[in-house]
């Protein structure tokens, strides 16, 4: 069983810094893609930042600059590094990757429970 383990949202002041980590643990086969949704009262789920095992790295535009995104291969582990942030950047956030196991060897996504991040003066 795959399960994604996720840590480090709170309370931040505006211009302040978070840092999310997700560790994926399991059977797994190999992860193709790790990344970071949000989701907002009233508002869809949007992807925030992803990378593959390969290291490409994709953003939405509104955290381009502020949010870095990496991974730990070796550790199954991605990590949202978050500076600068505003009011507009709470949610829940929500770990995700694309996974294949070791058991059936086709990929499909799995998702952590959200952690929530608040932007708050």
């Known amino acids: 069983q795959v399960r994604l383990v996720e840590s480090g949202g709170g309370l931040v002041q505006p211009g302040g810094s978070l840092r999310l980590s997700c560790t994926a643990s399991g059977s797994i086969f190999s992860i193709y893609a790790m990344g970071w949704y949000r989701q907002a009262p009233g508002k869809q789920r949007e992807l925030v930042a992803s990378?593959?095992?390969?290291?490409?790295?994709n953003y939405t535009n509104s955290v381009k600059g502020r949010f870095t995104i990496s991974r730990d291969n070796a550790k199954n582990t991605v990590a949202l590094q978050m500076n600068s942030l505003k009011p507009e950047d709470t949610a829940v956030y929500y770990c995700?990757?694309?996974?294949?196991?070791?058991?059936?060897?086709?990929?499909?996504?799995?998702w952590g429970q959200g952690t929530q991040v608040t932007v708050s003066s």
């Open positions: 995700n990757a694309r996974i294949s196991t070791a058991t059936t060897y086709a990929s499909r996504d799995y």
């Open positions: 990378i593959t095992r390969g290291g490409t790295t």
